[in-house]
């Protein structure tokens, strides 16, 4: 098994926001700060990123090890693996690790890095994959929401059914067929409802 000492130079911490991402290039063999930075979390300012980084890194053997990859990261994610530099997803360290040293985004770059150095490169959490595993995600995470929502509005329909006489006893929650009926409901020019 090789370590991620072995087989890489440098190792890149990435503590990735909204607008902003800040990197901090780590020696492997020393473990040494090599350079700090932010850039802009936009494809131009990803570009400049990865200038950055194979300046400071000397274009030699880099892994970049990314918070949150599918979220905020996910735009540097598939830059850096554009310029074939291997990434790393790594989940933000325990609040313990900085309780001493304070807290700020190049601290956590440069611990996003450092978690990665003693770990062998088969044992790396690989970034979610891209494509249908993603969309899938995406599927399943609109799903998960409608279905809250559909819920939420049962719940609304059967207060409201419960709030006024309307001629139609809900228990709890209203049933397809009680609603079906409600959805037939028209309102005449009178104000009174219609079946």
Same mark, same amino acid.
């Given at each position: 098994m090789v370590s991620v000492v072995e087989a890489f130079d440098y190792v890149v911490g990435v503590d990735t926001h909204a607008r902003t991402h800040t990197?901090?290039?780590?020696?492997?063999?020393?473990?040494?700060?090599?350079?700090?930075?932010?850039?802009?979390?936009?494809?131009?300012?990803?570009?400049?990123?990865?200038?950055?980084?194979?300046?400071?890194?000397?274009?030699?053997?880099?892994?970049?090890?990314?918070?949150?990859?599918?979220?905020?990261?996910?735009?540097?994610?598939?830059?850096?693996?554009?310029?074939?530099?291997?990434?790393? %997803?790594?989940?933000?360290?325990?609040?313990? %690790? +900085?309780? +001493?040293?304070?807290?700020?985004?190049?601290?956590?770059?440069e611990s996003a890095a450092r978690r990665v150095l003693g770990i062998n490169v088969e044992s790396l959490a690989q970034p979610r994959a891209s494509g249908d595993r993603a969309t899938l995600r995406v599927l399943l995470a609109a799903r998960s929401l409608i279905d809250q929502q559909r819920t939420a509005n049962r719940n609304a329909l059967t207060a409201l059914l419960r709030s006024f006489e309307l001629g139609i006893d809900v228990p709890p929650p209203a049933k397809d067929e009680q609603i079906s009926v409600i959805a037939k409901w028209r309102i005449s020019g009178s104000s009174q409802i219609r079946v």
């Open positions: 990197y901090c290039l780590i020696q492997t063999r020393t473990g040494a700060v090599i350079d700090s930075a932010q850039f802009p979390a936009s494809k131009p300012g990803n570009e400049r990123a990865i200038s950055w980084i194979q300046r400071r890194g000397n274009n030699s053997s880099i892994l970049a090890a990314v918070e949150g990859t599918a979220s905020y990261g996910a735009g540097i994610t598939a830059s850096l693996r554009r310029a074939s530099i291997e990434v790393a %997803e790594v989940r933000p360290g325990p609040k313990r %690790e +900085h309780a +001493h040293a304070g807290k700020s985004d190049t601290i956590d770059a």
